[in-house]
């Protein structure tokens, strides 16, 4: 019966992650289709690509809690199960990035699941499995969003910030040592998805954000007068 109940509450995890928050809210709110303009992407940063500023918070906030519902949803079906509640988080990302309800056949007559690239999901399943991660995530992922200045590279960073913090609470004995295997996972799938990003990143030509962005833009004004 519990493994029954198990694979049901990934089913569901799943299902929930495929929710494309963002194609709802710029196609409600603005009329477009975000599957056509920028990245193509339904995360946050394309939303606000399409859509502006109003959409994007939505997106963010409810594609943050696909992955908080996910970890909730198993927490209380199988309390006990700490495996599953790592595997409903991830699965919920996976579900953002690879959406069941987005599935298009290319060209060449290949399916494929769109998506996102899971830094907000991500978010939401740490928060899932410790709720206290949002304190620490959340600046941690604003500074480097703000300084870095690459989307992309703050989508990475809550996964790798996730392996830092479930291990430091592993190690001292405060949580679970199946929770820090979330991080990893979560980095894996999230870098997965962001391929063609960090290949513009090496080539340097990934579209900068935050204090990166002000700087070029004076150095492009600059360059003018």
Not at 41 to 61: C, K, Y
Not at 173 to 190: A, D, M, N, Q, R
Request: positive net charge; glycine residues 12%.
């Amino acid at each position: 019966m519990t493994l029954i109940l198990s694979f049901i509450v990934c089913v569901l995890a799943y299902l929930v992650g495929s929710i494309p928050f963002g194609l709802v809210f710029v196609r409600l709110i603005k009329g477009k289709d975000i599957l056509s303009i920028g990245s193509g992407r339904t995360g946050t940063t394309n939303a606000i690509r399409a859509g502006g500023l109003f959409p994007g918070a939505l997106t963010v906030l409810f594609d943050t809690f696909k992955g908080t519902a996910a970890v909730w949803l198993a927490k209380a079906l199988v309390p006990e199960l700490f495996w599953v509640h790592v595997l409903c988080a991830t699965l919920a990302i996976i579900g953002h990035n690879y959406s069941i309800f987005l599935i298009q056949r290319d060209e060449s007559g290949k399916i494929h699941l769109r998506g996102g690239a899971g830094g907000a999901t991500c978010l939401g399943g740490a928060i899932g499995l410790w709720s206290p991660a949002l304190t620490y995530l959340l600046p941690a992922g604003f500074l480097v969003y703000i300084i870095i200045g690459y989307a992309s590279v703050t989508t990475i960073s809550a996964a790798l910030m996730s392996i830092i913090l479930f291990g430091y609470r592993s190690v001292e004995s405060l949580g679970p040592v199946e929770y820090t295997l979330y991080g990893v996972f979560s980095l894996f799938i999230v870098l997965w998805a962001l391929r063609p990003n960090i290949e513009r990143l090496r080539l340097g030509t990934e579209r900068a954000v935050g204090l990166r962005a002000l700087r070029q833009k004076l150095t492009r004004e600059k360059a003018v007068e």
